[in-house]
């Protein structure tokens, strides 16, 4: 039998499972399962990390239907760094329509909101590492959207009626990355930039003609330095549309990754902007080494606009979640979060941010 420390330090893939209970505002209770694969594309390369490509599926009590995949993969002695996400989406859902007001005062109900929507993205980032700690990279973005029994709020929205029931969009653009994180999947130190601008023309294969840009800054500290695993971390992030931004690819809160505990596209809007500060804390042994178990809370606050720069409403967010080790610096997540008037429980792989 091959030991865990001898199976990391050789390389060797290392497969997790998964399988429990989860609970989103938009897909209700859902079973969810999945695995964890970690791996080096070179074994014998001691200057690469290790990748990590965890997979994730449900089924809920509201007929959804689920798919994720989000793959950070390391190459070439980390010159070559290829991060790519899958979704995949068969759900009823809401639209509230475009803008805070909108999604604030829109009554949720079957006349006004519900519809069924058909989503998937194909989304994979090409990073080459030309100094130090710094990436240039080609960003690629293939996504549809397929509505089915919109009640008669969606059929009348102005959005809705603008881009019809179908959408594919298809974008190529380019990524500047500063990346020291000591661990890019949960980070204990370090510093992340991300600023990328991603084109979506139709003399790409897509029907829409629009731009996003997108900037994503997060800093991570240790609190206690002489003990391993409390960490400090915050993220600042915002993303702007311009063109004609369809309302399936409009900016959002309330994901997996940012503002837990919204539903998903409640708000949305051209731009979106959001901050979260989040303490992480794995407890440890009477030796000071870092343990399998953690809790993690934090408070955020988000807002979106049809304006870049003016923001006037703001969100506010806060919650609680449990970690377990299921490979080194490898964790299951299970988060519980509080938005205005929402809340959402959420079970996934490796951290939010």
Same mark, same amino acid.
């Given at each position: 039998?091959?030991?865990?420390?001898?199976?990391?330090?050789?390389? /060797?893939?290392?497969?997790?499972?998964?399988?429990?209970?989860?609970?989103?505002?938009?897909?209700?209770?859902?079973?969810?399962?999945?695995?964890?694969?970690?791996?080096?594309?070179?074994?014998?390369?001691?200057?690469?990390?290790?990748? +990590?490509?965890?997979?994730?599926?449900?089924?809920?009590? +509201?007929?959804? #239907?689920?798919?994720?995949?989000?793959?950070?993969?390391?190459?070439? *002695?980390?010159?070559? =760094?290829?991060?790519?996400?899958?979704?995949?989406?068969?759900?009823?859902?809401?639209?509230?329509?475009?803008?805070?007001?909108?999604? %604030?005062?829109?009554?949720?109900?079957?006349?006004?909101?519900?519809?069924?929507?058909?989503?998937?993205?194909?989304?994979?980032?090409? %990073?080459?590492?030309?100094?130090?700690?710094?990436? $240039?990279?080609?960003?690629?973005?293939?996504?549809?959207?397929?509505?089915?029994?919109?009640?008669?709020?969606?059929?009348?929205?102005?959005?809705?009626?603008?881009?019809?029931?179908?959408?594919?969009?298809?974008?190529?653009?380019?990524?500047?990355?500063?990346?020291?994180?000591?661990?890019?999947?949960?980070?204990?130190?370090?510093?992340? &930039?991300?600023?990328?601008?991603?084109?979506?023309?139709?003399? &790409?294969?897509?029907?829409?003609?629009?731009?996003?840009?997108?900037?994503?800054?997060?800093?991570? #500290?240790?609190?206690?330095?002489?003990?391993?695993?409390?960490?400090?971390? %915050?993220? &600042?992030?915002?993303?702007?549309?311009?063109?004609?931004?369809?309302?399936?690819?409009?900016?959002?809160?309330?994901?997996?990754?940012?503002? /837990?505990?919204?539903?998903?596209?409640?708000?949305?809007?051209?731009?979106?902007?959001? &901050?979260?500060?989040?303490? =992480?804390?794995?407890?440890?042994?009477?030796?000071?080494?870092?343990?399998?178990? *953690? $809790?993690?809370?934090?408070? *955020?606050?988000?807002?979106?606009?049809?304006?870049?720069?003016?923001?006037?409403?703001?969100?506010?967010?806060?919650?609680?979640?449990?970690?377990?080790?299921?490979?080194?610096?490898?964790?299951?997540?299970?988060?519980?979060?509080? *938005?205005?008037?929402? /809340?959402?429980?959420?079970?996934?792989?490796?951290?939010?941010?």
């Amino acid at each position: 039998m091959i030991r865990k420390s001898q199976r990391i330090e050789e390389g /060797r893939t290392w497969i997790s499972p998964l399988a429990g209970p989860a609970y989103t505002p938009e897909l209700k209770f859902t079973l969810a399962g999945g695995i964890l694969i970690s791996y080096k594309t070179r074994r014998t390369d001691s200057l690469i990390q290790r990748s +990590s490509s965890p997979i994730l599926f449900g089924l809920s009590t +509201s007929g959804a #239907f689920i798919f994720q995949s989000k793959n950070s993969t390391y190459w070439l *002695g980390d010159k070559l =760094r290829i991060n790519a996400d899958f979704w995949f989406k068969d759900m009823p859902d809401h639209y509230w329509g475009t803008g805070y007001l909108k999604g %604030l005062n829109t009554l949720k109900s079957d006349s006004t909101t519900v519809y069924h929507r058909l989503w998937w993205m194909i989304n994979p980032i090409f %990073l080459w590492q030309f100094r130090h700690n710094m990436f $240039l990279g080609i960003n690629v973005d293939y996504n549809y959207t397929r509505v089915k029994e919109p009640s008669a709020g969606v059929a009348n929205d102005p959005e809705y009626q603008k881009y019809g029931f179908e959408n594919l969009n298809s974008g190529f653009g380019l990524c500047l990355r500063y990346d020291s994180r000591d661990i890019p999947v949960n980070a204990w130190s370090g510093t992340y &930039f991300d600023l990328s601008s991603t084109f979506y023309r139709s003399e &790409f294969g897509g029907r829409n003609n629009y731009t996003i840009l997108k900037l994503d800054i997060r800093h991570y #500290f240790p609190v206690f330095t002489k003990v391993p695993g409390k960490i400090f971390a %915050l993220q &600042f992030m915002t993303r702007a549309g311009w063109g004609n931004v369809p309302y399936a690819e409009l900016s959002q809160l309330g994901s997996p990754f940012d503002l /837990r505990g919204y539903l998903w596209g409640h708000y949305r809007d051209q731009s979106v902007v959001y &901050f979260i500060a989040e303490y =992480r804390h794995m407890f440890s042994n009477s030796s000071c080494e870092t343990g399998r178990h *953690g $809790l993690v809370v934090w408070l *955020g606050t988000g807002s979106v606009s049809d304006d870049l720069i003016r923001y006037i409403y703001w969100l506010p967010n806060a919650g609680a979640g449990y970690r377990f080790e299921l490979q080194p610096r490898m964790n299951l997540r299970i988060d519980i979060g509080f *938005g205005k008037k929402s /809340r959402g429980f959420y079970l996934n792989f490796n951290e939010a941010f």
